[in-house]
């Protein structure tokens, strides 16, 4: 347990703005990701997400702006998902100032542009968004996951925010984008988002199993035991959330010194 464990808050922006309301006594304006994101730089967060759902061509200059403003003000890791679709939207992101990129749909769509970004940018620039979602129907060639309830389950994964299935399992699509050069797995359980029934541990733990990268927890965190629990039982090397940080339910500071009070090691 030697590295220290990354606490991560994630905002889901459209047309540059914060789309979930921000509960935050003090922001002048709660719709700006940059100020936001600074609040929760000054509580000690070690990496932020700014994810933008309604990626568009016409959205990606406001993107850019805001990226900009973001790495002029912030200094810590910026990761930026959504709408990321070829290597040129990679290059036009990190030249923007991000310091990764998160792909997801279209990872699964054209696999290369993990390769291809990997070789350009480096691994460590590369971020595989992967949401997926139990499926009871057991079949060859999939991986299968024994759940708590004494279920066994294969988990595939999904694309377009969930909604479409793709037939591929989740842990062998891990493996296969960790050897195109993915640096790092962002994996979101269909199952537990936004549930805040806690993360969905079994697969997080699998795919942790089988892959030699860092694997961020995402989706289903509601209490400190979560985080807890998403670090211990599911073997994860950063937790990200949204709404408990939004909203004000519990600061990073928190989630930290009580992470750090149950001997997890967290940069405090």
């Known amino acids: 347990m030697g590295l ?23 922001l002048r304006d709660a719709g700006d990701p940059v100020e936001l994101a600074r609040t929760y730089n000054e509580q000690g967060a070690d990496e ?75 691994n460590q620039c590369i971020v595989l968004a992967e949401d997926v979602r139990r499926n009871y129907e057991m079949r060859d060639g999939v991986t299968p996951v024994h759940l708590a309830d004494g279920r066994t389950c294969w988990y595939e994964v999904v694309i377009y925010g969930g909604s479409h299935p793709t037939g591929m399992d989740a842990i062998l699509w891990a493996q296969d984008a960790v050897r195109r050069g993915a640096g790092e797995i962002l994996l979101t359980s269909m199952e537990t988002d936004g549930g805040k029934t806690g993360f969905d541990l079994e697969i997080t ?38 709404s408990v940080f939004h909203y004000g339910e519990m600061t990073i500071r928190d989630v930290k010194e009580y992470l750090a009070s149950r001997g997890v090691a967290v940069r405090l």
Request: hydrophobic share 45%.
């Open 4 to 26: 220290t464990r990354r606490i991560i808050p994630c905002l889901d922006l459209k047309d540059g703005r914060v789309v979930k309301g921000v509960n935050f006594e003090g």
């Open 205 to 242: 733990a699998a795919v942790s199993d089988n892959v030699d990268v860092p694997v961020i927890a995402s989706g289903g965190v509601g209490t400190l035991e979560h985080f807890y629990d998403g670090f211990v039982k599911g073997k994860a090397d950063a937790c990200l959330a949204a």
């Open 48 to 122: 932020v997400v700014f994810l933008d759902i309604a990626a568009s061509k016409n959205n990606r200059q406001t993107m850019v702006d805001v990226i900009g403003r973001a790495a002029d003000q912030l200094f810590l890791p910026l990761t930026v998902g959504g709408g990321i679709r070829t290597v040129k939207d990679i290059q036009e992101i990190l030249r923007a100032g991000a310091d990764k990129v998160s792909l997801n749909t279209a990872a699964v769509k054209t696999p290369e542009v993990i390769t291809e970004g990997a070789k350009l940018f480096g």
